[in-house]
């Protein structure tokens, strides 16, 4: 079975960090780029970061840039979203989803894309809920 978990979310308090991961079974994430969504009550879902297959070009929203980094050990099939100084506007459930690129090379340039559409409706986790207190 194909899946995509999320974890580490949580409660903390505004200025604190996160650490959320994205963890895949039933496929190797070494030839997927892969994206962090959010959405919070209300509003509609938003991208915020995505990093390439293998690990060359990431991209930020500009919501968080300065404060998220976002990484990936394609040996423990893992993608890793860094979140720091929180906000209570960061307030959300965050999703991983995951769209086929192939393993970089010559052949494949490094890319990926925000858009929840790049991703289709097969490779998408369950959500961690992250709540930033004032």
């Known amino acids: 079975q194909l899946q995509l978990v999320e974890s580490g979310g949580g409660l903390v308090q505004s200025g604190g960090s996160l650490r959320l991961s994205c963890a895949a079974s039933?496929?190797?994430?070494?030839?997927?780029?892969i994206g962090w969504f959010r959405q919070a009550p209300g509003k509609e879902r938003e991208g915020v970061s995505c990093i390439s297959s293998g690990g060359s070009v990431t991209k930020f929203a500009d919501s968080v840039k300065g404060r998220f980094t976002i990484s990936r050990d394609n040996a423990k099939n893992m993608v890793y979203l860094q979140m720091n100084t929180l906000k209570p506007e960061d307030t959300a459930v965050y999703y991983c989803?995951?769209?086929?690129?192939?393993?970089?090379?010559?052949?494949?340039?490094?890319?990926?894309?925000?858009?929840?559409?790049?991703?289709?409706?097969?490779?998408w986790g369950q959500g961690t809920q992250v709540t930033v207190s004032t």
């Open positions: 039933g496929f190797t994430l070494d030839d997927f780029a």
């Open positions: 989803a995951a769209a086929f690129q192939g393993q970089e090379s010559d052949n494949v340039p490094p890319k990926c894309t925000m858009t929840a559409l790049g991703y289709g409706d097969d490779y």
